[in-house]
């Protein structure tokens, strides 16, 4: 079985700064990877996934993620925060064999002006 | 057009009651899912079904019960609703063992 701890509950930032989440996951054998963003009262909407190939994967909104294999780790990085992305992100892994996706407790991003 | 919807929206009941949630998904997948977020956040796979066939079965209580008429709609239904019920429930579906695209979530109020 797999899982996931996000490092961080909650992360406080202003706007134009930069920001990290970390996420680490355990799992014994390969994954995929992905990061989910929540915006109030909304779903889900996928950010951005590892799948294979390019450790290093970006989104169209500036946000990046890193597969570190060796650290097990997924962390989220965006250099340059905007109020708009205040909003609750979870980092999710699955098994390359598997359905299951299994979530992290989430990280709560306040961009403050 | 949605991809993944869910109806209804917002549904407040007694406790004791029994109670539908409906999804449909209009991307072509084969497999959906009903996960579960509690009032801290937290979400959790509950059921899942590939081709209408159940293949995510986590340790639900047997109030709760899915169901799947055709690949495009997930269904579930909840007898004798309780307060530990309350919670948001999304549903999602993906095309095989891709990315996972999630509705917009009912949110259940037991009273």
């Known amino acids: 079985a797999q899982s996931v701890t996000q490092l961080d509950s909650q992360v406080p930032v202003f706007e134009e700064a930069p920001v990290e989440l970390r996420c680490n996951y355990s799992?014994?054998?390969?994954?995929?990877l992905f990061w989910y963003v929540q915006y109030p009262n909304q779903g889900l909407q996928l950010l951005l996934k590892?799948?294979?190939?390019?450790?290093l994967v970006e989104s169209i909104n500036g946000f990046e993620a890193e597969f570190n294999k060796s650290q097990t780790s997924f962390h989220l990085r965006k250099p340059s925060v905007h109020i708009s992305d205040t909003a609750e992100y979870f980092c999710?892994?699955?098994?390359?064999?598997?359905?299951?996706?299994?979530f992290g407790a989430g990280t709560t991003v306040t961009v403050r002006a | 057009d949605t991809a993944v919807s869910q109806t209804p929206k917002y549904l407040v009941t007694q406790m004791g009651n029994d109670k539908s949630i409906k999804c449909e998904q209009n991307?072509?997948?084969?497999?959906m899912y009903w996960y579960k977020q509690d009032s801290k956040k937290f979400l959790k796979i509950m059921f899942s079904?590939?081709?209408?066939?159940?293949?995510i079965n986590e340790t639900v209580p047997n109030r709760f019960s899915p169901k799947s008429p055709d690949k495009a709609h997930l269904n579930l239904h909840i007898n004798s609703l309780e307060l530990g019920d309350s919670a948001v429930y999304f549903c999602?579906?993906?095309?095989?063992?891709?990315?996972?695209?999630f509705g917009p979530g009912t949110r259940l109020t037991v009273l």
């Open positions: 799992s014994s054998v390969s994954v995929y």
């Open positions: 999602a579906s993906s095309g095989g063992r891709d990315e996972q695209f």
């Open positions: 991307l072509g997948h084969d497999t």
């Open positions: 590892y799948l294979s190939g390019s450790t």
């Open positions: 079904y590939n081709n209408k066939e159940l293949i």
């Open positions: 999710a892994v699955r098994n390359i064999n598997d359905y299951k996706l299994s």
